[in-house]
C-alpha cells in the first residue's frame, strides 16, 4: 500500500499512525494503531475520530492486515470486528462493506490494497467538492455556528463544515465562527477552537447553552455541521447537540445546513427512527478528562444519560451539502440522497 | 438581630457565614462574610448565589453593619457597594432598596434590624407558598427538566423551581428530574445533582445539549425553572441556557414554567429588553475549575463569550409560579404581574 497521509492519520508504509485525539491540543502525540485491536480500541476511545475519518482508518488497518499475510479465513472476522467498533457513524460499515466484497472466492491482496487506496484518495476529494458546493451558501460577513468538529482532523481532506468555513475565507469572505464547545468531550472547545486558530478564522467559543443568546443578538447567519449518517428521507444522525440547535436555528429562522459525502448515507436506512445511537460511559457527563487533567464534579455515582448523537428530522433541514450537490427538501423528497450515491 | 439560618446562609448572632458554593458539593467550607467588601466579592464569585439568596445575604450584611455601629454617612455607600455586587439579579436591589428607605432622616437601627429579619423569613415564606402554588400543576409520573439550581441552596427557603419538585414528592407524586448540567459553572452537575440525592429525588444528571433529545424520546413532561428577575411584560432572566430550554419546550409542545418570588418582578422593567446581562471572565468558559480541581481544555487566549444569563421572551412561556398565586399569559397582559406585589 502507497504511503498515506492527512492532519492527524498517517500510513507510513509499515505502521498506521493516529494522532491521538483525546491529547489534542495539549499534546501531540502520534500513536500506532497499526493492530485490529488497537484500531478498534483507538476508534471507540475517540482518539481517532471523525465520521469520515473512522471509516478510511479502519479500511487501511484491515488492507494492511491482507497486505501483512492475513489468511483468507480470518479476513471477515476481522473486517466484522473493525466494522462495529462504533455504532452510529455509517462510513466505517460503508467502508468495510466495500473491502469485504473481496471476502471468500474474490480474495484478492492487490484489489484489496488498491480498493483502500481509493477510499483515501476520494475522501480527500469528496471533502474539496463538499467544500466548493457549501461555499456557495456562504456570503461575506456571516457568522457561523458550528458543533463538534468536521475539519482535517476528522476527514482524510480538508473536512465538511469547517472546510466550508475554510473555503469561504479562502474566497475572501469575511466570516465570523462561532464555536460550541461540545460537551461531553469538548471536541468544539478542545479541537475546533485549535484548528479556526491554526487556520486563523476569527471565532468565538461559547458553552453549548448559549447558541441560542448568540442567535437572538443576530451574530448568526448560518448553522453549519456536520453528520454521521443520513437516512433516505434527509433525517440524519450527528454528534448530541445538533438536534437542539436546529431547533434554535428554526425558531430564530437561520438556514440550517448539513454537510457530508455519500459515504454517509445509509441506503439501508429509510428514517432516522433506524439508526442507531451509541450510549456512551457515564463518566464521560460526570466530568472530563484529558491531556488537560481531569476533573470529577458530579456525585460519583450520579444517573447519567450520555448519548453520543441525535437525530435531526429532515424537516429543520434548509440544504444537505453532498459531494455531489446541494440538496434542497424538494430534491430530499424526490430521492435526490440515492441519486447522490455512485451507481 | 436574631440568629438567621438557611441551607447555606447562617448568621450565628455575631458573624455571617456562607457555605461556599463553589466547592460544593466536594468540600463544605463555612466562609466568614460579615465585612461588605468580603461578601460583594463572595456573590461575584458565587460562593453566595440564586437570586433571592444574594438578596438576603446582602441585606443581613448590611444590617449588621448598622448594628456594629455603621455611621448614619457611611449607611449609603456601604448599600450601594452590596447592590452593584452583581448585576442581573433584581432580588439583590430589591432587598438593599428596601434598607435603603431607612436612610438620612429616617436612619434607625432597630428599624434596619426588624425589616432585615423580615426580609429572611419572608422569604422562607415567599419559598412555601410558590411550592404550593407550582405543586399543583405537577402530575404523577411527570418527568420534570430543570437548569441550574434553584434549591435550598440557593434561597432562605426550600427554594422556588426544586422546592416545588420537592413538595410534589412529598405529596405523594412519583418525580423524575432530568437535570442540565449548567455550563460554564455546573450548577446543575454539582448543586442540584447532590441536592436531589440528598432529598432522594430519583434523577438523571444530562449535558446541556442533551435535552432535547430527552425530550424529543417523551422523557420530559414539564421544564421548570427559577428567575434573576422578571419584566412586567413577563420576559424573565435566568442563567443562561434557560432561553434555548424555552424554544425546546416550545417545539415540543411541552409546559414550560417559571417559578420565582415577587421580589425576582421588576416594576421598572417594562421588557426583557432593558435587563442588564453580566458578562463573566473567559477562563470560566475555557475549562473548569473548582473543589473538584482544575481543567483548562481551550487554547489560552481563546476568544470566549460568557453571558451569565440569557432572557426569555413570555411568549415562550406556559405559566408564572409566584408566591401569590399561577399568572397565565392572559393575566401577564392585563397586568397581572405588578398585582402580584405588595402594595
Known amino acids: 500500500m502507497r ?3 492527512s492532519r492527524s492519520f498517517r500510513f507510513d508504509g509499515d505502521k498506521i499512525w493516529i494522532l491521538d485525539q483525546k491529547l489534542l491540543p495539549q499534546e501531540k502525540q502520534w500513536i500506532d494503531v497499526t493492530d485490529p485491536a488497537a484500531m478498534v480500541l483507538a476508534i471507540q476511545k475517540l482518539q481517532v475520530r ?6 478510511v482508518a479502519a479500511a487501511v488497518c484491515l488492507a494492511r ?6 489468511p483468507e479465513k480470518d479476513f471477515r472476522k476481522t473486517a466484522e470486528l473493525l466494522r462495529e467498533a462504533r455504532p452510529t457513524a455509517v ?6 462493506d466495500r473491502l469485504l466484497q473481496f471476502a471468500d472466492r474474490k480474495f484478492n491482496m492487490r484489489q484489496i490494497v488498491e480498493a483502500t487506496e481509493r477510499i483515501f484518495s476520494e475522501d480527500v476529494e469528496l471533502c474539496e467538492k463538499i467544500a466548493r458546493n457549501g461555499e456557495e451558501l456562504v456570503a461575506d460577513g456571516d457568522g457561523i455556528l458550528t458543533h463538534c468538529n468536521t475539519g482535517g482532523l476528522a476527514t482524510a481532506g480538508v473536512g465538511t463544515a469547517i472546510g466550508i468555513i475554510q473555503r469561504a475565507q479562502q474566497n475572501g469572505k469575511k466570516i465570523h465562527v462561532y464555536v460550541d464547545e461540545t460537551r461531553p468531550l469538548l471536541q468544539g472547545g478542545r479541537l475546533t477552537a485549535w484548528e479556526m486558530k491554526e487556520l486563523n478564522i476569527p471565532h468565538t467559543l461559547i458553552c453549548d447553552n448559549m447558541a441560542a443568546i448568540m442567535m437572538r443578538e443576530g451574530r448568526v447567519q448560518k448553522v453549519i455541521v ?6 433516505l428521507n434527509g433525517d440524519f444522525a450527528n454528534k448530541v447537540g445538533t438536534y437542539g440547535l436546529a431547533i434554535l436555528a428554526h425558531y430564530h429562522k437561520i438556514p440550517f445546513y448539513v454537510a457530508g459525502p455519500y459515504t454517509t448515507i445509509d441506503p439501508n436506512c429509510q428514517s432516522g427512527a433506524e439508526i442507531p445511537i451509541e450510549e456512551r460511559k457515564p463518566e464521560e457527563v460526570r466530568g472530563v478528562s484529558g491531556a488537560f487533567g481531569e476533573a470529577l464534579w458530579a456525585p460519583v455515582e450520579c444517573p447519567v444519560r450520555n448519548p453520543a448523537f441525535d ?7 434548509s440544504a444537505w451539502i453532498l459531494d455531489k450537490q446541494v440538496l434542497y427538501p424538494e430534491d430530499i423528497k424526490s ?5 447522490c450515491m455512485p451507481l
Open 3 to 5: 504511503k498515506l497521509e
Open 50 to 55: 471523525g465520521a469520515p475519518l473512522i471509516g
Open 65 to 70: 492486515q491482507v497486505e501483512k499475510g492475513l
Open 91 to 96: 462510513n466505517l460499515m460503508v467502508a468495510i
Open 226 to 231: 456536520g453528520c454521521d449518517r443520513i437516512a
Open 311 to 317: 437525530v435531526t428530522p429532515a424537516d429543520l433541514v
Open 335 to 339: 430521492g435526490g440522497l440515492l441519486a
